[in-house]
């Protein structure tokens, strides 16, 4: 069965310091989006993504954070210059007309 | 903007047994979609059930179904014959229209399956 993949699984990065979380969406998904969970609390929206552009964002995805599809497969969240607030699970999602379907997140540690 | 509660921090429920969790929501919108997620310990999210506004009948797949009441606002999910696997935390979610849009999700109910 075909699955959203996220690489890398747990991330560790010094404040300051530029990250790329990498996504795999389902193949024949068209939008995408990337969510965050900071550890005891809800899941927040970032961003969505369709036809190589954001369709909408939240008040939390400011000047700081980025996406791209840089090729046919890959959807990138960048975060520059990260704060220590930013240390949270970093989910992609896509869907289709059902969905949407997550990946199992990556684990962004900022110390 | 729509908010979703869920009133139930914590649950349990014994194997076999059925539980239902509650989740409320706030809305203008007429035309919207309804998830449930569960989030086991390995914090994977992992879609459950969806149901689309439109539709007069409850979603089911397999021992999950909901009750979605419309007019009330309220898209309660239900869980029969309970298995240890099914610990996890549940999370209510709307979406405006469809695709594209942000889900809004609850703070999610712990629920604890036991022997």
């Known amino acids: 069965e075909p699955e959203v993949t996220q690489t890398p699984s747990h991330q560790v990065t010094q404040m300051g310091q530029e990250v790329i979380l990498r996504c795999v969406p389902i193949?024949?998904?068209?939008?995408f989006y990337w969510y965050r969970q900071i550890l005891g609390q809800k899941v927040e929206f970032l961003v969505s993504f369709y036809n190589n552009e954001i369709s909408e964002k939240s008040e939390i995805f400011d000047d700081q954070f980025s996406v791209e599809r840089p090729d046919g497969s890959n959807f990138t969240l960048k975060i520059r210059s990260t704060k220590l607030e930013d240390s949270a699970m970093y989910f992609c999602?896509?869907?289709?007309?059902?969905?949407?379907?997550f990946g199992p997140g990556t684990r962004l540690t900022v110390t | 903007a729509q908010t979703v509660t869920q009133s139930q921090p914590e649950m349990s429920v014994q194997e076999a047994e059925t539980v239902t969790l509650s989740c409320t929501y706030d809305?203008?919108?007429?035309?919207?979609?309804l998830f449930w997620y569960k989030q086991p310990p390995s914090r994977q999210m992992i879609l459950v059930i969806r149901q689309e506004a439109y539709k007069q009948q409850n979603a089911t797949e397999n021992r999950f179904s909901v009750n979605f009441q419309k007019a009330a606002k309220s898209f309660s999910l239900k869980i029969s014959d309970s298995q240890l696997g099914d610990t996890a935390m549940y999370f209510c979610?709307?979406?405006?229209?469809?695709?594209?849009?942000?889900?809004?999700f609850g703070k999610g109910t712990s629920l604890l399956v036991t022997p």
């Open positions: 999602a896509s869907s289709d007309l059902a969905g949407p379907y």
């Open positions: 809305t203008s919108e007429n035309n919207y979609y």
């Open positions: 193949s024949n998904h068209l939008y």
């Open positions: 979610a709307f979406m405006k229209e469809y695709s594209g849009y942000a889900l809004n």
